[in-house]
Every structure is written in structure tokens, then in C-alpha cells.
């Protein structure tokens, strides 16, 4: 998809929920390509590769096993990122508003690593100036409850930043914090994003990027499912990554937050939401 008023170009992935591959302002890829670490799991190394993926709808960070399994299935586990990654999307549909603004939807049918089954049903809007937007439709379409996590990597090759890079947000101490926070080849912070938030939505800015002629990045997502803002970093060997990461749960096991009621589950026919907005500000 083609934004018609700024020189973005973006790639969905099909055979993968229609997560974000490519994207390209003014010629230069924002993801990260090659620069990512693997984890030894094939779908989450494609993934990352790409501008935006999706964790869930499941399960979110790495492997945990899964509640409830008998003795004889006790090795039966959640896999890295949830079980979406990989699952194709079924009949995509484009279609072109009057105004210029590319609509693109799509159905995946993802089998839960519990044995169940849930649809998500997905719609971007990409507007003339290149504000991208993301409404998720989460669907329990088993027999069974199930209690949906989810988290958004917006994905970004760091070779683009600066020392001057830094990420700003009402829900960060002091409004603001340096891209490479903390200490080390890699980190990461998890922390509540109400603060400051208008009309149930959370900002946060992430710039100015020089390897992209001083762009600045503008994440706006819906705390009504995603009440967390994770980042990550990483830099190590091939691996040069930084992502914002809109989060369905803070960073606990499954028994912590099973305990704290903070697992909630969707009955069989019941829909949650997501969504976020990605916008690109000039210099």
C-alpha cells in the first residue's frame, strides 16, 4: 500500500495475520530486516523482521506451559509470542475510499495452543498522510473460554537513531527517556500508560530519527485493551532493534496473573478490541 500524500510504502504480510513487513518513507526501510535476534523459532525470526507484529492472541513473551493439561499432556506449551504468528489471512479485501484513504481487511483463523480456536477479524486504514490505523476484532470461536493476551512490536532498525533519539511520553518519568535505556546489549521496561492519556487513548513519540531525514514516530493505541507500554532493545552481534510494544498485561507468569484476576477470560461467541494509530511527523 501506497500512502498518496507522503512517500510511504508498506508490505503486509498474508501469510501472516497481515502484520507489517516492509515499510519504506522516502525510500528507507524503517524495520529492521536482517538486524534482529533469533530466538530459535522461525515464525517470530520472519516477523521481526517486518515494521509491526502481533503477539497473542493467547499468549504473549516467551514459552510458559499451559494450565489445566493433564499429566500425560503436562509438556504442552505456549509458544513463543502466542500462536498467531504464521497463520494466513483468509480472503483479504482492498478497497479505496473517496477521500484516498486504502482500506485493507482480512479473517485469520488461528488454532490456540490450548486446543481451541479463535478469528481475528482485521482492518488497516492507511490515510493520505500516512497515518496507519489498526482495528483488531478478537473472536473466541471455540467451544471453550480462553483469556486473550496480546502485544503490538512496532519494530524499528536502530541503525536509524541518533544519540539524540529519544522516546516522549506522559506515561515516562519525566516525560522522556534516551532510546538506549538501560545497561548493556539489550533491555526492556514494561509500565502502566494511563498517564496523560485523552479520550481512552495513550501517546507516545519516538524521534528524531537522522537516518530518516529527522522523522519522528507517533504510536497512539486504546487502553481499553492495551493498558501497557513495553520497550525493548537490542544490540548484539547482527541484532540492532528497538520497539515500542503496546501490551494487553505487565510482565508476570501466567499463575501471577491468573491469581490476580488480571487473566480474564472470553467466552465462546465474545469479541475483545485493539487498536492503534501510527503516524510519521516531519522534521
Not at 81 to 106: E, F, I, N
Not at 236 to 243: H, I, L, M, T
Request: glycine content about 14%; overall charge negative; proline content about 7%.
Amino acid at each position: 500500500m501506497q500512502a498518496t500524500g507522503i512517500d510511504l510504502a508498506l508490505a503486509f504480510d498474508r501469510g501472516s495475520a497481515l502484520d507489517l513487513g516492509p515499510a519504506r518513507l522516502d525510500g528507507i526501510d524503517l524495520a529492521p530486516g536482517l538486524a534482529i535476534p533469533s530466538d530459535g523459532d522461525p515464525r517470530i525470526d520472519h516477523a521481526l523482521q517486518g515494521l509491526l507484529f502481533t503477539c497473542g492472541p493467547d499468549h504473549i513473551r516467551h514459552p510458559e506451559p499451559v494450565e489445566g493439561r493433564s499429566a500425560g499432556d503436562s509438556g504442552a506449551r505456549y509458544p513463543l509470542h502466542g500462536s498467531l504468528s504464521a497463520t494466513p489471512v483468509t480472503a483479504p479485501q482492498r478497497t479505496q475510499a473517496a477521500d484516498g484513504t486504502l482500506h485493507l481487511s482480512g479473517m485469520a483463523e488461528i488454532a490456540l495452543a490450548d486446543g481451541g480456536l479463535a478469528r481475528l477479524h482485521r482492518r488497516w486504514q492507511l490515510a493520505p498522510d500516512g497515518t496507519l490505523s489498526l482495528s483488531d476484532s478478537l473472536e473466541n470461536a471455540g467451544s471453550a473460554g480462553f483469556a486473550p493476551m496480546m502485544m503490538y512490536h512496532i519494530n524499528l532498525g536502530a541503525q536509524l537513531f541518533g544519540p539524540q533519539t529519544r522516546v516522549a511520553g506522559a506515561m515516562l518519568e519525566e516525560g522522556g527517556l534516551g532510546w538506549h535505556f538501560g545497561a548493556g546489549e539489550s533491555s526492556h521496561v514494561c509500565l502502566p500508560a494511563a498517564s496523560g492519556a485523552q479520550d481512552g487513548w495513550a501517546s507516545v513519540r519516538l524521534g528524531p530519527l537522522p537516518g530518516a531525514g529527522g522523522a519522528w514516530l507517533q504510536l497512539d493505541f486504546a487502553l481499553e485493551g492495551l493498558p501497557f507500554l513495553q520497550m525493548w532493545r537490542r544490540q548484539s552481534g547482527v541484532a540492532n532493534v528497538f520497539a515500542l510494544e503496546p501490551a494487553s498485561h505487565r510482565i508476570a507468569r501466567r499463575p501471577v496473573l491468573r491469581e490476580a484476576g488480571e487473566l480474564v477470560d472470553l467466552a465462546p461467541g465474545e469479541r475483545r478490541n485493539f487498536a492503534l494509530r501510527l503516524a510519521v511527523l516531519r522534521a
